[in-house]
């Protein structure tokens, strides 16, 4: 995986949310309100929160999400085994599958992790 595949991914993310949001899509405002609640800590902390979301990235195998996630795991404190750990949920819950979408993961988690270390 290479980390300008990553920032292009990034870009692009960018780029379409500030679309959306100009655009003035009543769903998808309603979209980030939901998430931002979602995601708010609660019973759980947002950093449990954004470790499960990386399981269910891997089993529905969304390399964006994926990569969203484990910046937002990361960002929100959660160290590299944690994420691991979430990935080899993942792994788990999506069988064979989920672990090609594994191997992205980690290659995220590589690029993530080393830019924090």
Not at 16 to 23: D, G, I, L
Not at 60 to 82: D, K, P, T
């Amino acid at each position: 995986m290479s980390e300008e595949k990553l920032k292009e991914m990034t870009r692009t993310r960018k780029w379409a949310h500030q679309r959306m949001v100009e655009s003035g899509s009543k769903v998808y405002k309603a979209f980030i309100d939901m998430e931002g609640a979602a995601f708010a800590d609660g019973a759980l902390a947002k950093r449990e929160k954004e470790l499960i979301a990386i399981g269910i990235s891997i089993c529905i195998n969304c390399e964006s999400c994926m990569q969203w996630h484990i910046e937002q795991a990361a960002a929100a404190g959660a160290s590299y085994q944690q994420v691991f750990e979430a990935v080899e949920v993942g792994i788990e819950m999506g069988g064979g599958p989920a672990t090609v979408s594994a191997r992205f993961a980690l290659q995220v988690m590589d690029t993530v992790f080393a830019e924090a270390g």
